[in-house]
């Protein structure tokens, strides 16, 4: 039976049929629009697919054959063409399955010519027609958008997170079979509603400063770090709490705008790293990427480049245990979005950009052994294992992390103390108000937190009274500052002065300020 209709079609086929339609491809943060042409004709039946496509889009002739047939329409005995325009630009991944077996159907005169004008449609086609995820429909939502289409057909599973764009018409669709009832007017697909994008549910803290003992200097030296959004080094020996510490630090971070939360969400949606169930990231991140890492995993990059860690912690913290074990290229490569928050990834066939406005948490000893300048357990490393080991962070990268402190061993006393600590709602209210007083000091600037600061917003946002100014310059002279450093202190101390709510940075504010930029190579007691 199928044959013969397969051979009816094939005799109404007389002058070629073309078939135009629209989808999608990610570059970088951004989608780029793909016009697919199909044209059926008579000639050897064969199925052919040009564009600079790579293996999963030439592997979708053998899913559209099957999904057509499941379908229970014929795939046409024709010579078929498939064209993904623009032809210079690479496409990849299965996302064009469903426009692609679409374009057959309606150039062999199966669905009516016009049924998908002024729409988008990507999809992943399974063999019985199943309509499967795609990464990036928030991006190709937004493309839809701004080109001023008005209907967006996205699988099922990708409809909540399409539908965080307003002013666009978002159809969730199953399978290939749902979709050509709805285009013939047979039994219509019902839109996705908008995700709510004002419902905020705050998640308790995974660690709470209350349940911390001890180490008092290294929860002030977070909040200050939290207020700003200042990268912070923490060294100390193994089983001191620094991990446990800087996996408290979400709990106190201020909670994400609409605006970033949005940022975050069209990272993680590129990346493929949203659920169905989440659409919209409304916790800061928090990446932990163990030392075995490659570089390209860290900032990104790859043969079709996608973000990297750094890109993942996006407005919030990117946390890196035991950092001297990371590979070297792998730290050196971080200079740039540290100072930049951007990271440019180029290729000969061109440059992509990927935010990088994170904060860096950092954890390791003092030496192989751990020990260096621990007041109980003696260090086994020779003078020259321990230079070697410290050597491994360079001064550059070193000069970029605004806050350095020592964590030592916690007492006994402490330990065993049933009292609990101040909790992280109370330490996260302080920091709210510091980033409130931020946020109205560079409203309209494009800068959120202290950390971002430029020269100039230092010069206009950093008075001193003349005692500040001189402990300032006795400092530059003992500790052989250098010029980013010394931006980098008035940052930290502006900070500090807006957890006290001052506008003039005091003496007792650089002095708090001065003593998170430790001294290199690490050493002395920790007791």
Not at 198 to 218: L, M, N, R, S, Y
Not at 450 to 479: D, F, S, T, V, W
Request: one cysteine or more.
């Amino acid at each position: 039976m199928e044959n013969e209709i397969a051979s009816d079609m094939l005799c109404r086929i007389g002058t070629p049929m073309l078939a135009r339609l629209f989808s999608c491809a990610l570059i970088g943060l951004n989608g780029e629009l793909v016009t697919v042409e199909v044209d059926v004709s008579r000639g050897q039946p064969g199925f052919t697919i040009v564009g600079l496509p790579d293996a999963a889009v030439q592997e979708a002739r053998e899913r559209v054959r099957s999904a057509i047939r499941y379908a229970g329409f014929s795939f046409p005995l024709a010579r078929i063409v498939v064209n993904l325009a623009p032809a210079d630009l690479r496409k990849e991944g299965p996302v064009y399955d469903l426009p692609i077996a679409l374009g057959v159907l309606i150039a062999s005169e199966q669905l009516p010519l016009n049924a998908l004008d002024n729409a988008l449609v990507v999809g992943e086609l399974g063999l019985d027609g199943t309509v499967r995820h795609v990464p990036g429909a928030l991006v190709m939502a937004a493309l839809a958008r701004d080109l001023g289409t008005r209907r967006l057909f996205v699988p099922a599973a990708d409809a909540p997170e399409a539908a965080l764009v307003p002013d666009l018409e978002i159809y969730p669709v199953a399978t290939l079979q749902d979709l050509i009832a709805h285009l013939l007017g047979q039994k219509p697909i019902l839109p996705q509603p908008p995700t709510p994008l004002d419902h905020w549910v705050d998640t308790p803290p995974a660690v709470d400063f209350a349940d911390i003992k001890g180490q008092e200097h290294a929860k002030r030296a977070l909040e200050v770090a939290a207020a700003g959004n200042h990268n912070l080094l923490m060294v100390g020996p193994p089983g001191t709490g620094k991990t446990l510490l800087a996996r408290a630090l979400p709990g106190i971070l201020p909670r994400l705008s609409l605006e970033e939360a949005l940022e975050v969400t069209r990272i993680y949606s590129v990346a493929d790293l949203l659920s169905p169930e989440a659409p919209l990231i409304r916790q800061r991140p928090f990446r932990a990427p163990h030392h075995t890492i490659s570089h390209a995993g860290l900032v990104g990059g790859g043969r079709f480049p996608r973000p990297g860690e750094v890109s993942l912690a996006h407005r919030g913290v990117l946390f890196l245990d035991e950092l001297p074990e990371f590979d070297l290229r792998a730290l050196e490569v971080l200079r740039q979005p540290l100072e930049d928050k951007r990271v440019v990834i180029s290729r000969a066939a061109g440059t992509l950009e990927f935010p990088a406005a994170f904060m860096l948490v950092a954890a390791m000893n003092p030496c192989p052994c751990g020990y260096y300048g621990d007041p109980l357990k003696p260090c086994t490393c020779s003078p020259t294992m321990v230079a070697r080991y410290q050597k491994r962070l360079s001064g550059p990268l070193l000069d970029r992390i605004d806050i350095q402190i020592e964590v030592p061993r916690v007492e006994f006393e402490k330990l065993s103390d049933d009292r609990r600590g101040e909790p992280s709602a109370r330490i996260r209210e302080r920091v709210e108000r510091a980033r409130a007083i931020q946020r109205e000091r560079f409203h309209g600037t494009g800068i959120l937190c202290n950390a971002e600061m430029g020269p100039g917003h230092i010069r206009a946002y950093c008075r001193m009274e003349p005692q500040a100014q001189a402990l300032l310059k006795a400092a530059m002279q003992q500790l052989h500052l250098s010029a980013r450093a010394y931006h980098r202190v008035l940052k930290v101390a502006r900070t500090i002065a807006d957890l006290e709510g001052s506008d003039l940075l005091r003496a007792h504010h650089l002095a708090e300020a001065l003593q998170y930029r430790s001294r290199w190579p690490m050493g002395g007691s920790y007791g």
